[in-house]
């Protein structure tokens, strides 16, 4: 089971739920520490925007002095200036800016929480497989460009991470890929089971059949009452007669 700490750079919590990410269960990790980072020096990037944005440095440097076993996985609603959501910034360690996701997230119910367990997922993967975030050159050789749901998309077109957030797949070039690794017995299949798993909540699904037919959903729900008032006159009858 590896440990994983959590880091809230600034107040990505205004945003996510970590109670929720904390409570999520995995038979490879748990989240088990939770730390805050509110010192922030400013940013050196000055574009003339309001927005703040770290480089991938910086983002190093605030992160510098954390010791842990296991992986660091921080969170900053502030952007990257490259505008990647995601960096590996040490050999345990990496920052998700969620910054600007949430609209394009929420486009489809799709929730910032399920985004962040997702790619713990695929740092999980990196982790377990390569011992060390920084080794990018492996690390490329995995990340795909193009989209096909599978965990190692890139999502070079942030939009894309619409595709691969809910039940993401490995891909089979990917499976084959990790399969040459040293990976524990059964490892892609659990790791695939847990992944079906990341989805939106019942009733969200519900809402929203309702809200894309709703025609469909009025008529049922007419038939249905219709269908539930004619066996309650038939009980009744059947009651009075008796
Ligand atoms: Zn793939």
């Not at 009025?218 to 009651?239: C, Q």
Request: proline share 2%.
């Amino acid at each position: 089971m590896t440990n994983i700490k959590l880091i809230i750079i600034g107040h990505a919590d205004r945003v996510v739920n970590f109670d929720l990410i904390k409570k999520f269960k995995s038979k490879f990790f748990k989240f088990s520490d939770i730390e805050r980072i509110n010192n922030l020096p400013n940013p050196q990037k000055d574009d003339g925007y309001l927005d703040i944005v770290y480089t991938k440095e910086e983002i190093q440097s605030i992160m510098k002095e954390i010791e842990f076993e296991g992986i660091c996985l921080a969170i900053m609603n502030y952007g990257f200036d490259d505008n990647f959501y995601m960096h590996r910034v040490g050999a345990n360690k990496v920052c998700i800016s969620i910054f600007g996701l949430e609209n394009i997230l929420s486009e489809k119910t799709i929730s910032i929480e399920n985004f962040i367990i997702k790619n713990t997922y695929e740092v999980f993967i990196f982790y377990t497989i390569l011992k060390n975030l920084t080794k990018h050159n492996e690390v490329y050789t995995f990340v795909h460009n193009d989209t096909r749901g599978c965990l190692f998309d890139m999502n070079g077109d942030k939009r894309d991470i619409v595709y691969n957030t809910e039940k993401p797949i490995i891909c089979d070039e990917c499976k084959g890929k990790i399969s040459k690794k040293a990976i524990p017995k059964n490892f892609l299949e659990d790791i695939q089971k847990e992944l079906s798993k990341i989805d939106k909540p019942f009733i969200k699904k519900i809402e929203n059949f309702i809200a894309k037919y709703p025609l469909f959903s009025v008529l049922t729900t007419f038939i249905f009452s219709t269908i539930i008032n004619l066996f309650s006159n038939w009980i009744w009858d059947f009651i009075i007669k008796k």
